[in-house]
């Protein structure tokens, strides 16, 4: 493997329940069912280039049952696109990664999977030659969706993957000594009396957003999701769209809900930045974050969780040339927070007397 070698195959993710994920993700985002297995327990779903495969374990031997136990519904699998499968499990193992299973062959593909961080794993796909960019082993085709929502999904931009406090060191090594994944984007963030660091990598398709918690601060929502999911997993993943607008309208009509931002963030917004894209007013109806760097802008936005343990959970994003992750939001949220908790207290502080 070598830079640039790699691309997002699909993202493997474990559910309870695959319907209803399947129903949420197709009424919310658009993902629209295109293949089904021959067994009938996993579920191809997609839009644009975005490619979830949900599989329901149909057996207690089933290792997706063992990480719905100690996780819950979740992303267990960053499949990776290789030209040789076998030569890329191979070279990833003699660098030192953990092999799960060795190179498989069916219906002229072939498979290998090794160990990333936590439970997370990375199944190395080799497509037969001519194959449809959608077509997985083990699955028939299904006809396409008709009437289904349009949200805009163009990519997966990233995905954050969250270890607890003193692995990071050792996360990025791995991903950039086994992968050849290159480390483009680091910081340190302190907001109050909480920590976190950060660095990104990325090969080919793929980049990752590695992150943990400061142990020698005060928790924060890195530790409180670490421990919700029992340990090192993904967190969230970004789906990018060329117009944040109205993929927010599609999804919020389908029945996404975004977390909320306080009415102080786009008081203070023009002290900032100044929107380029989207007038202030747009980005406040609709609770739309926007950041810069000195390539450009983003627009993003959080999903609500609707983990059952409260932890997975969607990103839109929207780049127009800026290659960080929004991380002066982080700090632009907490001090509207600040304010508007500050509002509050003098507000009750007036009544009071």
Known sequence: MSKDDLRLDHIGYYTADLAAEAGRLSSGYGLEPYARSTGGDALAVGGGLVRLVLTQPDTAGHPGAAYLDRHGDGVADIALGVTDAATAFRTAVDRGAVPVSPPTVRDGFVTATIRGAGDLVHTFVQRPAGADERALPGCTPLPPATGALDAGLVEV?????????????????????????????????????????????????????????????????????????????????????????????????????????????????????????????????????????????????FARSAHPRGTFFFELIERLGARSFGSGNIAALYQAVELQRAHHRDTRTEAAA
């Open 157 to 301: 931009d990233h995905l954050a993957v969250c270890v607890p406090s003193g692995d990071l060191a050792a996360t990025v090594a791995f991903y950039r000594h086994v992968l050849d994944f290159q480390l483009i984007f680091a910081e340190s963030i302190t907001i109050g009396d909480q920590a976190m660091r950060t660095e990104v990598v990325k090969n080919g398709s793929v980049t990752l957003t590695l992150i943990e918690p400061d142990a020698a601060r005060e928790p924060g929502h890195i530790d409180e999701f670490l421990a919700a999911h029992g340990g090192a997993g993904v967190q969230h993943l970004a789906m990018s769209t060329v117009d944040i607008t109205a993929a927010v309208d599609a999804a919020g009509g389908g029945g996404v809900e975004f977390l909320p931002t306080p009415g102080t963030y786009y008081d203070l917004l023009a002290e900032r930045l100044r929107p380029v894209k989207y007038p202030p007013h747009e980005l406040r109806r609709r609770n739309i974050l926007v950041d810069e760097d000195h390539d450009g802008q983003l627009y993003q936005i």
